[in-house]
Each structure stands twice: as C-alpha cells, then as structure tokens.
C-alpha cells in the first residue's frame, strides 16, 4: 500500500484522499463530501487518521466530531458522528487521538472536549474543561486551536490566550488544568496555532497578527511551570526572514520541524537539533492560498501527522 495524504478540505465540505508514493506525481484516490447528512462534513477543519480510520472534525452548522472507515482508500465509508452545541463542540477545531478517546478544540466555546470513541459507531461525551483567563475563574482556554495529547497530558495551542496551556487528562472524565505559559513581548506565542510535542520540549506555531510568525520551542519537564526556551520568527525569505509569517501548524520528524506558514503559503523546514538555537533550513512556497491541515501516513507508521491546511 502506498503512502497517503489525507487532507479536510473546508471549501469543499470533503475529506480527499491522495495516493503520495511518487511525491512528484501525487495523485487523487477518494474522497468523501458533503455537509449535513449523511456524511456530516460541514468545514471540514482537521483529520486525524489511525488505523482503519479517519476522524474529522468540522466547525460549521454540524460542530462535529465524523468518523470514516479508510481501509479502501478509493471509496471512504461514513462510519459514525457526534455533533451539535449540546455535545460541547461549538467550532470545532483540531481532533488529537489517543488510546479510546478523541480530543477536540472547540474553538467558540473555549472547552477542549473529551470523547470516548471505542465503538465509532456512536462516539459518546466523556469529559471537557472550559474557561478563559486565569484559574480560578478560568484556565487559560480562550480559543483552543489544536491539542497535542502525550501520557497523562494534553497540550493546547489556545489561539485567543496566545499560549501554551497543558491539562491532566488521567482521568478522560474530569480533566483538570496543569499549567500554562503566556507569549512574552516580543510575541513568541502570539496567537497559537499548531502544537507537537517530544521528549521535554513543545513545539509551537504562532501566527502573530503582525508581518511576523513564529516557531517556538518550550520546555514542559514540568508541566505546571512550562518556560519559554527559544524560537524563530520572521516572514519572507532569508536573511530578512524565515518563512514564517502565518505559521499554523508543524510536526517534528528527526531533527527537523516541518511548518506552515498560510500568509507565506510555505512548508518551512527547520533544523532543531539544538532546540535552543533553532535554524532555518529550507522552504517550498505556492500560490496564495488558505492552508489548514493534512495528515500523511505512511505504510510503517500508524500515525504521522504532518502539516498543512487545505
């Protein structure tokens, strides 16, 4: 089997399907469209892919978590769905996916809601945590983008809060926040976007509002005091910049953060090897465009998330 892109593509109410083994050549497989029922693709936003499934989630008038049957790539298979206001997924963003349990930004209502997905048939409500602003009162939530979810702990890009805010989902049923850190001055975390995480650090795509973006790079060790460590910030190319104005989302293979960048229409590449001293290494741009998100998985690899909206 080949490897395959599998892209949520808002414009079209689709999730589509693309067969990458020549990267040169890529080329259409499937898809599967439509808002409302029976296929529940309402702006798609993001997908994740694991197993024999996709999992999209959708922030127009469905708000919604969909599920889709994969295993013949040419013709995806709507499995099942859950949806609405009353199931706390108002705007629904990025969906993270781990163990029994789907993890979705809902972007409007400042909540990341937990959904127990063992039977895709009928995926149910566990557990969510809401607020903006400080504990008490809050917990640093205002506009969740996308969740990052590693061992007892998920990892929110809060886009409105311009932070990195970290929960304790030990218990799926009644998540509890941990820690949070805010952008500095000089907007290292402006309007968070895209979060991966590996080893002691957290990787952060910041769109800013400003003629900048920004990768930065955090050190969670302690989830309840998460510091900035460093980042690379800068739109257009080299020297004057780095080809990140706008950067959405990234992932982490080897030494290596793949980042889009949607006011740059860029795939940037940057070297962190050295996570203090992160360095430009390469970028491809296009036309303009509105990128959002893609998953790539290859044969080997249940899961690679990469980077880029469609």
């Given amino acids: 089997m080949p490897p395959y892109a599998y892209v949520a593509c808002i414009a079209d109410d689709a999730l589509t399907i693309i067969d990458i083994g020549n990267p040169a050549a890529p080329v259409f497989t499937g898809g599967i469209q439509g808002p409302g029922v029976p296929n529940w693709l309402d702006s798609p936003r993001s997908v994740f892919v694991r197993g024999i499934y996709a999992y999209v989630s959708s922030s127009g008038a469905a708000d919604s978590l969909s599920i889709f049957n994969i295993s013949n790539p040419a013709a995806p298979i709507f499995v099942g769905?859950?949806?609405?206001?009353?199931?706390?997924?108002?705007?629904?963003?990025?969906?993270?996916?781990?163990?029994?349990?789907a993890y979705v930004c809902a972007y409007d209502i400042d909540i990341l809601t937990i959904i127990d997905i063992s039977n895709p048939v009928t995926p149910v409500r566990m557990g969510h945590i809401a607020g903006a602003g400080a504990p008490p009162g809050g917990n640093w939530l205002w506009g969740p983008e996308r969740a990052f979810v590693r061992g007892n702990y998920a990892y929110v890009a809060v886009y409105s809060e311009n932070a990195l805010t970290i929960i304790n989902?030990?218990?799926?049923?009644?998540?509890?926040?941990?820690?949070?850190?805010?952008?500095?001055?000089?907007?290292?975390?402006?309007?968070?976007?895209?979060?991966?995480?590996?080893?002691?650090?957290?990787?952060?795509?910041?769109?800013?509002?400003?003629?900048?973006?920004?990768?930065?790079?955090?050190?969670?060790?302690?989830?309840?005091?998460?510091?900035?460590?460093?980042?690379?910030?800068?739109?257009?190319?080299?020297?004057?910049?780095?080809?990140?104005?706008?950067?959405?989302?990234?992932?982490?293979?080897?030494?290596?953060?793949?980042?889009?960048?949607?006011?740059?229409?860029?795939?940037?590449?940057?070297?962190?090897s050295n996570p203090l001293v992160p360095v430009f290494t390469g970028s491809i741009q296009g036309a303009a465009g509105f990128e959002i998100s893609i998953m790539v998985r290859k044969p080997e690899a249940p899961r690679d998330v990469a980077a880029t909206y469609a």
Wanted: proline fraction near 5%.
């Fill in 81 to 101: 769905n859950i949806r609405g206001a009353g199931e706390l997924l108002s705007g629904a963003r990025g969906a993270f996916i781990l163990g029994n349990y």
């Fill in 169 to 272: 989902v030990s218990n799926p049923a009644i998540p509890t926040f941990a820690g949070s850190v805010q952008t500095d001055a000089a907007g290292w975390l402006s309007r968070a976007a895209g979060v991966f995480v590996r080893g002691n650090y957290a990787y952060v795509a910041a769109t800013s509002l400003g003629a900048s973006g920004f990768l930065t790079i955090i050190d969670i060790s302690n989830p309840a005091a998460p510091a900035l460590v460093s980042t690379i910030q800068g739109a257009g190319a080299p020297p004057g910049g780095n080809w990140l104005r706008g950067a959405c989302d990234v992932i982490i293979r080897d030494n290596y953060a793949y980042v889009v960048a949607t006011t740059d229409t860029a795939l940037t590449i940057i070297d962190i």
